[in-house]
């Protein structure tokens, strides 16, 4: 049976890992250097903060791939792999408080401070390229503290917003081990499929 369990989870890491390389390929995206913003491309890292902290690691990872793959700027891909740090906080806190998800003012204080570590991780690769040679047009507060920080913020806690939902549905018709279940108390069982 932990077999069975092993290999459907590094099958779901999979499915993750190639949505995540695909959103950046076909997604809208809005790019404003050195920011950009791509719909839903956080959303596969959240699912996968969701399962645990090793498929968060291995999809932050993949998306990143993603990132560089659809040929987006250094600074951007640099960006994606900051975000392991927000990643694996996550799902580390996930796994100790498996309930917050299901409790809204604790859930969007979380998205918070997730947006928080995560804009703050791309404001630090941003300032990097800002003062080594990146040519933009704004200022340092407007382009790197505004667009990237501020913007990478709203950003990752919209793709929260997203993820929550779209966990809601998935995991009444998927049963693989994971550290969050919404809609009912980690220590309740799932009710039998039939």
């Known amino acids: 049976m932990k077999i069975q369990k092993r290999i459907q989870t590094m099958v779901i890491a999979a499915l993750l890992c190639a949505v995540g390389?695909?959103?950046?390929?076909?997604?809208?995206?809005?790019?404003?250097?050195?920011?950009?913003?791509t719909?839903?491309?956080?959303?596969?890292?959240?699912?996968a903060m969701f399962i645990s902290l090793p498929v968060a690691a291995v999809v932050c990872l993949g998306t990143t791939l993603g990132f560089f793959l659809s040929g987006f700027p250094l600074v951007v891909v640099l960006r994606a792999l900051s975000q392991i740090v927000f990643v694996a906080l996550g799902a580390w806190f996930l796994q100790h408080?498996?309930?917050?998800v299901n409790r809204p003012l604790k859930s969007t204080l979380f998205s918070l401070v997730m947006g928080l570590i995560h804009g703050a991780c791309e404001t630090l690769v941003s300032t990097w390229?800002?003062?080594?040679?990146?040519?933009?047009?704004q200022g340092y507060?407007?382009?790197v503290i505004v667009l990237v920080g501020v913007g990478t913020v709203i950003?990752?806690?919209?793709?929260?917003?997203?993820?929550?939902?779209?966990?809601?549905?998935?995991?009444?018709?998927?049963?693989?081990?994971?550290?969050?279940?919404?809609g009912r108390k980690a220590s309740e069982p799932k009710a039998a499929q039939g």
Request: charged share 10%; proline share 7%.
């Open 141 to 143: 507060l407007m382009s």
């Open 129 to 137: 390229f800002y003062f080594n040679g990146s040519e933009t047009q």
């Open 39 to 47: 719909l839903a491309s956080h959303v596969p890292l959240f699912l």
């Open 97 to 100: 408080s498996k309930n917050i």
């Open 155 to 182: 950003h990752s806690m919209v793709d929260y917003g997203i993820a929550v939902v779209v966990w809601r549905a998935v995991q009444k018709v998927v049963t693989i081990p994971v550290s969050v279940h919404l």
């Open 21 to 37: 390389i695909v959103i950046p390929m076909f997604c809208p995206k809005i790019i404003i250097e050195p920011a950009s913003f």
